[in-house]
């Protein structure tokens, strides 16, 4: 299982943001994906994460309501919709596929590259 995060930068706060995860090889060896963060100095911590056919989504209480997670399986691709992002949501984004939903980070057993999310106030 591969996985690739792509689509960081730097965005306003008020702004919005779309990340994007290309998986390969994960279907039946980690259907389910997540997304997690870590800013500096802090502990990696659990964004959201997304049933293989996206009908069951798990978000972070500190994001809900601003940040949606979607999949398109025929892309193999999952999605991270940011709105409204603020300064404490700067942070490298990971994302990472498993075989259960799970707001752990050792529940998921591949991992992607980070790419960088800045939110300037």
């Known amino acids: 299982v591969q996985l690739q995060a792509f689509g960081g930068g730097l965005v306003q706060a008020g702004g919005s943001l779309r990340l994007s995860c290309a998986a390969s090889g994960r279907t039946f060896v980690a259907p389910v994906m997540g997304w997690f963060r870590q800013a500096p100095g802090k502990e990696r911590e659990f964004v959201a994460t997304?049933?293989?056919?996206?009908?069951?989504?798990y978000y972070s209480d500190s994001v809900k309501g601003r940040f949606t997670v979607s999949i398109d399986n025929s892309e193999n691709t999952m999605y991270l919709q940011m709105m409204s992002p603020k300064p404490e949501d700067t942070a490298v984004y990971y994302c990472a596929a498993g075989q259960q939903l799970s707001r752990a980070a050792a529940e998921y057993t591949y991992w992607g590259q980070g790419t960088l999310v800045t939110v300037s106030s």
């Open positions: 997304i049933s293989p056919t996206g009908v069951i989504t």
